[in-house]
């Protein structure tokens, strides 16, 4: 069975999730956590690395015997000491534990005193109101739950992008070595870059005795078969992602590439422009009665409709019909158009490598210039640097940049917003900076006015730059903070604040409305990485996949920009 990353983290964060909830020793916790995130995010697979003979100890975080446990997961799917947890805790705990407001505490207390296990006997024992009684909870807390349970009802399973990408990648590279495969292309919700999605769409097309079937079903992660048939298979791997295969001719390609990239909006708007020229549109071409008059190719199948071919990032129906029409496509932001990050993360807080492996790392990519913004000092994380140590790094990094001269280290921090919204350094610090990114961690469930004015406060302070992870939001794991976006843009186009697009795939923050809202209300943005690694400086491909969606165009974002144009738009006092 192939073992990816999100593998080898997910073991590794199960680990800590029941080490948690037994209240094990908190830094062998912290440990598991490190080593999730750091095999999670390399931008390799770890099982490629070790059949290379790589030492996986020289990873940050990692170490011998993380190592050692790194390949018996890639061996088995498993480790022994999970398989133990196990037998002590109920699995299941830990998904519990993915709920808002549900700390290890919290799960423990609930098993403990009332054998709660799954979601089902939570909100049994909520509905019942067992809960509100016990030590640490209350009902307010009781209420919650219920709520929280609510929010999660009926949700449909979905992966997020950079989980359904690790998962296909495998499948894919399998697939491409049957020699008879004349062209595979993945299409659906995971080729539009939606930050989360249901199902993988791939579309095929074979030389004659192409036994493409054969090998799909036949994939060694494949749990179970739904369907085989000549022209259309389903299987769920392991991971409970559907992956479903068709294979089309090639002089309808195009065409089935339209329809199963979707979404299903953009297709019906579409296919009316098509009946209006009486014109059938279907999977399988563009139609005037019997005759197929396109379809090879997707240009040539809106270029039937007098459309100009779309991006597929672009298909949502939100507007980019009557765009085209009238000529108003927007020419999107490409990777190639990145020329620096603007939030990394170094060791010196929370990060996994050094300010000198982070600005190599950021050279080696070819960047004009990258930003270290480490944490500042009270909340975030417990090594956040106060103006001693801040001072002390820029002095560091102007050594360093007196030896790198390819690329500009920008000096930054990542400074918390405080509850009352003021800084969390003072002026007289913050202004020694190039810039600043300004974020919420704490206190993140407030009302919507006390929330969005704390964030508007923030604003008013002339040393604050961009507004960080704007929505606060973590995919499948947190929910947005409750603000008034709309208010929160027209003060930042005011007070000429950007926002940020942050690329890490559990956030993709701001999502993809907020970035149409930000183009019409004026507001400029900056796509980052939030990186923590050398591999997450890899992530700004989803963060301008993101930016796409939201039908921005380099223009539009300020790290598009040389540093001598940048900074001057940094000076706001």
Known sequence: ???????????????????????????????????????????????????????????????????????????????????????????????????????????????????????????????????????????????????????????????KLSVAEQRVKSFLKYMKEEKKIKSIEIAGSFRRRKETVGDIDILVTCKRGCQVMDRFIDYEDVEKVISKGETRSSVILKSGLQVDLRKVPQV???????????????????????????????????????????????????????????????????????????????ELITLEDIRGDLHVHTKATDGHYSLEDMVKAAENKGYEYVAVSDHSQKVTVANGMDAKRLRKQMEKIDQLQDKSKKIKILKSMEVDILEDGSLDLADEVLKELDFTVCSVHYNLNLSRKKQ?????????????????????????????????????????????????????????????????????????????TDAHSIDDLDLMRFGVGQARRGWLEPGDIINTLSWKKLKKHFKRH
């Open 252 to 330: 309808a390609f195009g065409a089935a590439m339209h329809y199963f990239t979707g979404s299903k909006e953009h297709n019906i708007a579409v296919r009316k422009i098509a009946v209006k020229k009486n014109y059938k549109l279907n999977e399988y071409g563009v139609f005037r009665g019997d005759d197929r008059i396109a379809g090879k190719t997707e240009k040539e199948v809106y270029a039937k409709m007098d459309l100009p071919y779309f991006e597929p990032e672009l298909r949502e129906n939100r507007g980019e019909i009557k765009a085209a029409q009238k000529g108003n496509l927007p």
């Open 1 to 159: 069975m192939p073992v990816n990353n999100n593998d080898i983290a997910e073991v590794f964060n199960k680990i800590a999730d029941l080490l948690e909830i037994k209240g094990d020793n908190p830094f062998r916790i912290r440990a598991y956590r490190d080593a999730a995130r750091t095999i999670g995010g390399l931008s390799k697979d770890a099982s490629d690395l070790t059949e290379e003979g790589k030492d996986l100890s020289e990873l940050p975080g990692i170490g011998k015997d993380l190592a050692g446990k790194v390949k018996t997961i890639i061996q088995t799917g498993t480790h022994p000491l999970l398989e133990d947890l196990k037998q002590e805790i109920p699995e299941e705990l830990s998904g519990l534990m993915k709920l808002q407001g549900m700390g290890p505490k919290k799960v423990a207390v609930l098993y403990k005193k009332l054998g709660v296990k799954t979601a089902e006997e939570l909100r049994k024992a909520a509905e019942e109101q067992k809960i509100r009684d016990l030590e640490g909870f209350g009902e307010t807390t009781e209420e919650n739950i219920i709520d929280e349970l609510e929010r999660h009802k009926g949700e449909q399973k979905r992966f």
């Open 452 to 528: 969005t004015e704390r964030v508007i406060k923030a604003m008013d302070n002339p040393f604050m730059n961009i507004l960080g992870h704007p929505s606060g939001r973590l995919i499948h794991e947190r929910k947005p903070l409750d603000l008034d976006m709309e208010k929160i843009m027209e003060t930042a186009a005011e007070k000429k604040v950007f926002l940020e697009i942050n690329s890490h795939p559990d956030r993709l923050d701001l999502n993809d409305i907020h970035c149409k809202w930000a183009k019409e209300m004026g507001v400029k943005t900056a796509i980052t």
